[in-house]
């Protein structure tokens, strides 16, 4: 049986999620989790929780997916040591310190990859397995044949998303949320720009297209094609930051469906959804994976407005509606939300009533237009109904027993499951009955009352004279003592530590800071030659996600893919995208042979200069660092195109685009893999902060969409500021001049 994965951002989602069929539940705490806004689980909650867990046979994960600052180390080490201490059955990681400290530290705690790592190719499997990795949740954009091909060829454990919500960017590479809102994705606190209106804006042709929810992805369902993905070792759905009405319901859907039952569809439609797509899994169009009118909740439908009156409505209804449900009503603007709690409703003789399934009046001071549709988001009824399965047991536990005794003598049960023995004896002895005695009816009346408890009584066997007495307020204390003893058998677990050797760190010296540059054009790369840089990054850059190898002596690399591909190959340099934020990741990168590691975007002075003075304290060396000082940040990396959405495909090789919300535009690079990248709307300039930046041997300026006169005097301004001469003139104006995150750290 394949393992279904649950979602719990709160204690009523845990119970819902076992209680509908879990085999395994992923949960996060109240620090280093990817969603820091669930309500997440303290470490005092959290032993009580797995043992309820384990008694079920459901495993527990623990998300620690989020990028680790340097002060922050010693208090995530310390709490995967906790995690260890009370049997977690796995730690979910995004930063290669945390990955490192499970696997050099512990065997009896599995350390999965999580998706914000972005491991979407082979190379990028085999390099989180040769460092210890037991699991790995590949990207959502890896389709279902490749994911096969990888099967084959790594022994490692597969974990796809196959429903729930989608990011619209790469996961771990994207600095929208972070760069712009100051509430990062990578730590957890995302505020989901990508589902904002955006305008799409033709530049060449000074065309403005309709704002749209044009980011704003569909959710994921794959059930219809399930089968498909029967080689996966497990089936996870997302939400952790979803009502534990929803854990439940898409849970038991699932459930009915991997256990060949037919699965009630209310569980998802009556749940929330963006509608659906199939994904990149699938190999859903990339066209068709976004809902552009709408980014929550859509609902179902369940009528039509057939006439409107002054302050109201009726409706035409082809499904019950409830006092106390919620509708939304098509609104003449699509991108306008008429949402409306119904806690008063009509029939057409004007009389209160409390759900119809014909028509009925309610007030509404919107205006709409007869014909427009109403859909159901909230049904008051089901959920009811699913929150009587919270704290149910959905599969009790088949337990044995066999009761032995004497007269004058204890009383004894034996409790057996599975390769699990218990045996307790009574305090009162047997007596001889004085009238009628104990029958076998008695025995298993009171020895089967485990309502309390995740089992069931399967087979009963008496080895006892006739005719016996002892008060049947023995026989249960006896069998609440066999049970608690077994419980305490089947929770005792060992911790098992390794050991691996400590390797020392490779020697690198500290010297004048020199500027390289990564440029995305011919002509900035000619520019950049005139003007004397001697490490340019053009051609041999390979990309985060969707990576093609091509053979090099010197490559700036995206991901951890191109850091196995490339080791013992080419001098490496790590890229921005990797998501260093501590010593400790550097130095494992440094002992994987890479030569330079660029920091991450969202590093703050504070941050570099604690991780170069740990580094040194730590392995007696000095580290190899390269910072972006310049560019126009990239704010996400996607597989999907908008200009394919709005069947514009092509166009991007002939005309300039970009987007804009309310507040700004940013700039659209369409990459030679279809994939696109969104630019900030403004520009990193840290030439002010240099002189207090300490320990970094390279800066670079990362060129994006700037003409080649543009990129000849930002190296020159850089040039005469590391040259300490007194030119500080103002390279930009101040609608692009900004440090944004160096100066404070990201939240």
């Given amino acids: 049986m394949k393992e279904l994965l649950s979602p719990a951002g709160s204690l009523d989602a845990f119970y819902a999620a076992i209680s509908n069929g879990a085999d395994a539940v992923y949960i996060g705490l109240s620090a280093f989790s990817a969603r820091a806004y669930a309500n997440n689980f303290d470490l005092e909650t959290l032993e009580e929780i797995i043992n309820y867990a384990h008694l079920r046979n459901v495993r527990v994960f623990v998300a620690m997916n989020t990028i680790i600052f340097d002060h922050e180390l010693e208090k995530a080490f310390e709490t995967i040591d906790t995690l260890a201490s009370i049997n977690v059955d796995a730690v979910i990681v995004q930063d290669l310190s945390l990955l490192n400290y499970i696997t050099s530290n512990y065997e009896s705690i599995e350390a999965h990859i999580s998706t914000q790592m972005g491991i979407d190719d082979l190379e990028g499997v085999k390099f989180v397995h040769e460092l210890g990795a037991k699991r790995v949740v590949l990207a959502r954009e890896v ?70 929810y044009l980011f704003s992805m569909k959710d994921l369902n794959t059930s219809c094609e399930i089968h498909k993905l029967s080689f996966i070792d497990s089936f996870k759905i997302e939400g952790r930051m979803k009502e534990p009405s929803y854990v439940a319901g898409i849970t038991r859907y699932y459930r009915d469906l991997l256990d060949g039952k037919k699965p009630n569809k209310d569980h998802l439609l009556k749940n929330f959804q963006r509608t659906f797509t199939k994904g990149y899994i699938l190999d859903k169009n990339v066209s068709e ?344 940040q990239q704010l996400m990396v996607t597989k999907y195109c908008p200009l394919k959405r709005l069947n514009l495909c092509g166009n991007c090789k002939k005309y300039k685009y970009h987007v804009k919300d309310e507040i700004a535009n940013f700039d659209l690079l369409f990459n030679d893999d279809c994939t696109v990248t969104v630019l900030n709307s403004r520009v990193l300039n840290l030439i002010d902060d240099l002189k207090d930046i300490k320990g970094i041997n390279y800066y670079r300026l990362a060129f994006t969409n700037e003409s080649s006169d543009d990129v000849k005097q930002v190296i020159r301004t850089f040039k005469r500021r590391l040259s300490n001469l007194s030119d500080t003139t103002k390279l930009f104006n101040s609608n692009t001049d900004t440090r944004g995150h160096f100066n404070k750290e990201i939240m």
């Fill in 143 to 212: 389709n279902v044949e490749n994911i096969k091909e990888y099967k084959k060829q790594v022994n490692i454990e597969f974990e796809v998303f196959i429903h729930g919500a989608l990011c619209v960017s790469y996961s771990g590479n994207c600095f929208m949320s972070g760069l712009l809102g100051m509430r990062s994705g990578n730590r957890g606190r995302c505020v989901g720009s990508c589902r904002k209106l955006y305008g799409l804006v033709d530049e060449t042709n000074n065309i403005t297209y309709p704002k749209s």
């Fill in 289 to 632: 994976i976004t809902n552009t009118e709408k980014p929550n909740n859509y609902g179902y439908i369940i009528g039509k407005v057939i006439k409107t009156m002054p302050g109201k409505i009726l409706i035409k209804l082809s499904d019950t509606l409830n006092q106390n449900d919620q509708i939304r009503i098509e609104a003449i603007n699509i991108y306008d939300e008429i949402s409306l709690p119904i806690t008063k409703m009509y029939n057409e003789s004007g009389q209160l009533i409390n759900k119809s399934s014909t028509t009925c009046i309610v007030e509404l001071k919107e205006k709409v237009k007869v014909g427009a549709t109403v859909y159901k988001t909230k049904d008051v009824e089901y959920l009811k109904e699913i929150a009587k399965t919270f704290k149910t047991e959905y599969n009790r536990l088949p337990i044995n027993m066999e009761v032995f005794g004497e007269i004058n003598q204890p009383l004894n049960l034996i409790i057996t499951y599975k390769n699990y023995k218990v045996s307790v004896k009574s305090n009162e002895l047997i007596e001889a009955a004085k009238n009628s005695g104990l029958t076998f009816d008695n025995f298993y009346k009171q020895l089967s009352k485990l309502n309390e408890t995740p089992y069931i009584l399967n087979d009963l066997k008496l080895y006892l004279p006739d005719n016996i007495f002892i008060p049947l307020k023995s026989l249960n204390e006896l069998r609440r003592q066999g049970i608690e003893l077994l419980n305490e058998k089947r929770l005792s677990h060992k911790v098992v530590k390794t050991n691996k050797p400590i390797v020392s760190a490779p020697k690198f010296s500290l010297q004048e800071p020199t500027l390289v540059c990564s440029v995305k054009n011919y002509d900035q790369y000619l520019a950049c030659l005139e003007e004397g840089i001697e490490e340019i990054f053009f051609e041999n850059t390979v990309p985060r996600n969707n990576a093609t190898f091509k053979e090099f002596d010197n490559v700036l690399v995206g991901g951890l893919n191109g850091v196995h591909y490339y080791k013992d190959k080419a001098k490496v340099t790590t890229d921005y995208s990797l998501n260093v934020v501590n010593h400790h990741s550097v130095y494992i990168l440094h002992q994987q042979g890479v030569e330079k590691v660029t920091l991450s975007y969202e590093i703050s002075k504070k941050d570099v200069n604690n991780l170069v003075s740990n580094y040194q304290n730590s392995y007696h060396e000095n580290p190899n660092l390269e910072l972006i000082v310049y560019g126009k």
